[in-house]
């Protein structure tokens, strides 16, 4: 009776540590981090969704304006898009995100004669934006997603008159964000590196970055 108990005791434990490994083994490892922090930069800026507002000074439709014109030559800069991220992973497939992203454009216009600057216009976009991120492949160290996420832009812009550089009237305006991300892929653990295609408000095209999971 002992010995028939003690096989049966065994077995039973065989069985369940069996059990217990193969389920183990088939099983996902776990979510290494809940939180995610992340700083990035879009490729190709948003510029060609928002676009900048640079009015010009001339009237080209006179054969004034277009001697002012040609008075002057024009250097036109870009910041790029840079972007600050917060993720928060409720589960391994869904995560919710934080974005705060910057981008600015401006010209600077010179005197042909002095070669002195004689006007400058600016044109930036501040944007908050929240998203939903559906991560639809998880391994220990790489990870496939796509997401959406809406905001709001606060758009900062002036152009000054020829001639009073630092004088034209400041405007601020408020403008609907959006970002559609169909593929992003995140490589590492702790620290990884990530990329994403996508179009919108912050980046269209390719956004690359870094970040950091707790």
Partial sequence: ????LLIS??????????SH??????SRPPLS???EFTAGTGIV????AFTYNHEMPFEYNSLHGAYMKSRYYEREYVSGVWSL??????TRVFSLQAHLFYEAGWIERFSRETDMMAARSLDSYLTAMASFRVNWFNRSSVRMYSYAGVGLSLNHNYN?????????PRFNSLKAAYQLTPFGIL???????????GIGHYFCGLALGAGYRF
Avoid at 9 to 18: H, P
Avoid at 45 to 48: A, I, K, N, T
């Fill in 85 to 90: 991220g917060y993720a928060y992973n409720f």
């Fill in 1 to 4: 009776m002992k010995k028939t």
């Fill in 45 to 48: 800026p948003g510029r060609y």
């Fill in 21 to 26: 490994q193969s389920a183990g083994g088939n």
């Fill in 160 to 168: 000054d008159p020829i001639g009073d550089p630092g004088q034209g």
């Fill in 33 to 35: 981090g809940r939180h």
């Fill in 187 to 197: 490589v590492g653990r702790r620290f990884f590196g990530f990329a994403e295609i």
């Fill in 9 to 18: 005791l065994l077995a039973v434990s065989a069985l369940f540590l069996f």
